[in-house]
């Protein structure tokens, strides 16, 4: 590249790295808490926590102790976390009635939040795959899942999360045309402040495996999600599913998974220079944290390492099971991005 001038010795690359000072003074990117939203996991009950064998370190949470975590995320300055339930097997049915219960596990983890920590950022998942029978994120006639029927339920249960208290809807169903109906319906309803995060670069993926754990889909899905979710040879199409959802009236969008996917982030940041989040999903997660734990990888540094390399490609932040770890060593006074 003829615009990168220089030429040893004249030029010497080490000499702005050679201290702490002079390494912060050229740093060109940041991490803050203010990067991360934390992804939690609702259980039915009081007092109760469950494990995760998939995500060592996760647990679900009853209300009552979600709010606790909620009122420590917001305390280390996190701006916002994300709700995913997972629904007692007996209302899962095979079209997803649960998913608009005003009275559904995410609908009473809203409320309760919204009471205790009123400042922090609520965001909400629309998708039916926590609730259906068959575990796909849409409605389901022989082995097809149906667009526009699906998007039916998809509005309702936006607006049901919207009526509850959430402050941002995030569909991450892949239907097409549910951004631009759900915006039009949560107009129509009085909730024109209610923003939407689409997640629309969301592609069909064994990282997810995970979090179908979590949210007790995995025994559930029949089949797979290729005809609604992304192929991940493909990037242009990316750009094409980003363009929709901002047209449609998304605020903000996401790239999804995470790390192995920087460059669509790259690539949609520098097209549309919209909000762009990533999210480090569960398979992300879980493998890191089996390193972490075998003692093959250092927690601290793997950790800021992963969630500095998206701010790099481009992303505004990153919803990530890390998030109360990465806040806490961001507050600590050896930080472990020290430059
Ligand atoms: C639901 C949904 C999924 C994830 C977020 N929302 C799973 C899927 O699409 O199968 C994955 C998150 C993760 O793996 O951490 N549609």
């Given amino acids: 590249m003829t615009n990168l001038i ?9 000499r702005n790295r050679k201290t702490n000072w002079s390494r912060a003074m050229v740093q060109e990117n ?11 996991f609702i259980i039915d009950g009081d ?41 007692p097997n007996e209302l899962r049915t095979q079209n997803g009635e649960e998913a608009y219960n005003p009275n559904n596990l995410v609908c009473k983890a809203v409320r309760a939040i919204k009471q205790a920590v009123p400042n922090i950022g ?7 795959d926590p609730y259906t029978s068959h575990g796909h994120d849409g409605l389901m006639n022989g082995n097809e899942i149906l667009n526009d029927a699906s998007v039916n339920v998809l509005v309702k249960q936006a607006l049901t999360q919207a009526k509850a208290g959430c402050d941002i809807i995030a569909p991450s169903d892949m239907m097409d045309g549910r951004i631009g109906l759900i915006r039009q319906a949560l107009d129509q309803a009085g909730y024109e402040q209610v923003q939407i995060m689409a997640y629309s670069a969301k592609y069909a993926s064994a990282y997810y495996g995970p ?22 040879a493909n990037s242009d199409e990316a750009l094409r599913e980003v363009a929709l959802d901002i047209q449609e009236g998304a605020d903000m969008v996401m790239v999804k998974p995470g790390l192995p996917y920087l460059d669509i982030i790259t690539r949609v940041k520098a097209e549309f220079k919209t909000p762009t989040f990533a999210y ?11 390193a972490i734990q075998n003692g093959w990888l250092d927690e601290d540094k793997i950790i800021i390492e992963s969630l500095m390399a998206f701010k790099r490609a481009g992303a505004n932040g990153i919803l990530t099971y890390f998030a109360l770890k990465a806040a806490k060593l961001l507050h600590s006074s050896d930080q472990p991005h020290q430059p």
């Fill in 30 to 40: 940041t991490l803050s808490c203010a990067d991360l939203i934390w992804p939690l």
């Fill in 280 to 290: 480090q999903v569960s398979g992300e997660y879980a493998m890191m944290q089996g």
């Fill in 122 to 128: 609520i965001i909400c998942d629309v998708a039916l």
């Fill in 47 to 87: 007092n109760k926590t469950e494990t995760i064998s998939a995500m060592p370190g996760i647990l679900r949470y009853s209300v009552d102790l979600l709010v606790k975590q909620v009122k420590i995320a917001y305390e280390l300055g996190i701006p916002a976390i994300a709700l995913f339930p997972n629904t």
């Fill in 211 to 232: 979090f179908r754990e979590a949210v007790g889909a995995n025994n559930q899905l029949k089949g797979d999600k290729k005809t609604y979710q992304m192929d991940y």
């Fill in 6 to 14: 220089g030429q040893y010795p004249a030029t010497r690359m080490r």
